[in-house]
């Protein structure tokens, strides 16, 4: 329990303290200390990496990736149980194992790359990366452990979509093509994410009126759907599953409480009302596509929480919401100046800042009394 608690504080405190020496400037010239790529990024990654890399039956998938790349090891490269994994992630294990490294370089790359896009991203903003890692850890340190290859797939996708709002289209597609060999679900979203780059919402009541619409109407409609959508699964002869879709219990969540859903929405809408109103001021094309994304994940996050398959679908929305919220904290506690009705804003998000900071805590605890504690490969 004490390992575990520590090795997540190291994390978090890593993703606050040293990138904050990217704000440091010279006295004399005015410039920054510190060059982007330099110890204050370069820092946390390598300890993420590290700790990451070298974890021990820490995540649900963790198992099957680890004995895949040993099930390569053998040579046998013909058959195993399971075929259904994208080519290019098969062709990273069997590269790794020609350069006769060990399984665990496998997850020290998916860790550094995560956290690599995630600053890639922001390498235009970089007072804004400082509040971004802490936020988007916090939300999603337990499914970037549970669903490593997603997350893989997820941070290729970070990139490309930089190139995409650089208008550098080739890239785009050529580096989602590449995520989508790797976790087939980025497919999806490479048209998506092409149509909403130039999509904007300009009416704050239309925004809350597809968040509050749809939310209701799962509400009173989900259900019946669902079982309409099981019928049709078998209807066309693909029963199996439909009884995973409906049945299993390792993909259905429990029915969430009523306590939690209303925290959620609260949560949802006042980064909607308020992230509206900073765009109105701040009028950048590439942070209200962010928005914009993060606005279709704020909203199916209630809808599709239902079901573990719905949900991992969605991360390729949700996973923006931190992004956004970076742009959030920096305009309200750095450059508010210009900005109306912002500073008011900052006990609000101080304490959001400490919910999520509590949500984290509280599932380290819970998991490792329930689950599993982090352990590496030398324990």
């Given at each position: ?353 400490f919910y999520f900071l509590y949500l984290y805590f509280g599932r380290i605890v819970i998991r490792t009394n329930e689950w599993y504690p982090f352990l590496?490969?030398?324990?």
């Amino acid at each position: 329990m004490l390992q575990t608690l520590v090795v997540y504080t190291i994390l978090l405190l890593s993703f606050i303290v040293f990138p904050a020496f990217l704000y440091e400037k010279n006295s004399v010239t005015g410039n920054y200390k510190y060059k982007y790529w330099g110890f204050p990024l370069l820092i946390p990654i390598l300890i993420f990496s590290f700790i990451e890399g070298f974890r021990y039956e820490v995540g649900v998938d963790w198992h099957h990736y680890r004995d895949y790349f040993k099930f390569l090891e053998t040579g046998n490269f013909n058959y195993y149980w399971r075929d259904d994994l994208e080519i290019l992630y098969v062709l990273l294990n069997k590269t790794l194992v020609f350069l006769q490294l060990n399984y665990v370089s496998l997850f020290i790359l998916e860790s550094f790359l995560l956290i690599y896009a995630i600053y890639y991203f922001f390498r235009d903003y970089r007072k804004v990366c400082v509040f971004a890692m802490p936020l988007f850890f916090m939300l999603f340190f337990s499914d970037i452990e549970n669903l490593s290859r997603q997350f893989l797939a997820i941070s290729i996708f970070l990139i490309a979509t930089k190139q995409l709002l650089k208008q550098n289209y080739k890239r785009y597609f050529l580096l989602g093509i590449v995520a989508a060999l790797i976790h087939s679900t980025c497919w999806l979203f490479l048209p998506i994410f092409f149509v909403l780059r130039s999509v904007r919402i300009n009416k704050l009541w239309i925004l809350l009126a597809i968040y509050l619409g749809l939310n209701i109407a799962s509400e009173l409609l989900l259900s019946p759907l669902i079982e309409r959508f099981s019928i049709l699964l078998l209807y066309i002869g693909k029963g199996g599953y439909a009884d995973i879709m409906t049945e299993d219990s390792r993909f259905i969540f429990e029915e969430i409480p009523l306590r939690t859903k209303i925290i959620w929405h609260l949560i949802a809408l006042f980064i909607i009302f308020y992230g509206y109103k900073l765009l109105k001021q701040v009028k950048r094309n590439d942070i209200s596509f962010v928005f914009i994304i993060a606005f279709i994940g704020l909203t199916l996050k209630p809808i599709l929480s239902f079901h573990e398959l719905f949900a991992r679908i969605n991360l390729y929305f949700y996973t923006y919401v931190p992004l956004f919220m970076a742009f959030l904290y920096y305009y309200v506690f750095i450059h508010n100046k210009g900005i109306q009705k912002m500073k008011k804003l900052k006990i609000p998000l101080i304490l959001l800042f400490f919910y999520f900071l509590y949500l984290y805590f509280g599932r380290i605890v819970i998991r490792t009394n329930e689950w599993y504690p982090f352990l590496f490969v030398w324990d």
